[in-house]
């Protein structure tokens, strides 16, 4: 083989190892993030519901309604907001307002409002409609805030 041969098939290893271990980098970074948004998308998140029931005084809408969410499995919460929120007479003097949501387990969960003049207002939050983790109640006319940490799953 002439040098000139030589010279050439060393250069062509030494651009051949460079982009293997390139690729094997891009492939190693590439791979963390990927087993990192795999473990988001498969973590446990609960089906919470926010609850804010009102007595005495206006019980037609509550107002300023903030709460978190999970936009995506695995993420902390986003703080939402609507402006009012219409309530459902229960028959018994108070009207009831809920909203479905997902929260990732072991991140915070947390629901406030403001009930109409001269009412109180009781928040709490459910897991799976049926577990509560948190319930608070306000001075008349005065916001209500509720706020937990879900629990994770038990494995």
Sequence with gaps: MSDTAAANR?????KMMIGSAALVFIVGATGCSAVE???KSTSD???VTYEVSVAGGDTSKITDVRYLESEKRGEAGTELSLASGQTTADGQGKAVWSLESIVTA???ASI???PGKGATATCRILLDGVKEIAVE???PGERVQCAANTPAFSK
Aim: proline share 0%.
């Design 10 to 14: 060393l250069s062509s290893m030494k």
């Design 37 to 39: 948004d795999f473990n």
């Design 45 to 47: 998140s609960w089906a």
């Design 106 to 108: 072991e991140k915070d």
């Design 112 to 114: 406030s409002a403001v």
């Design 137 to 139: 109640t306000s001075a």
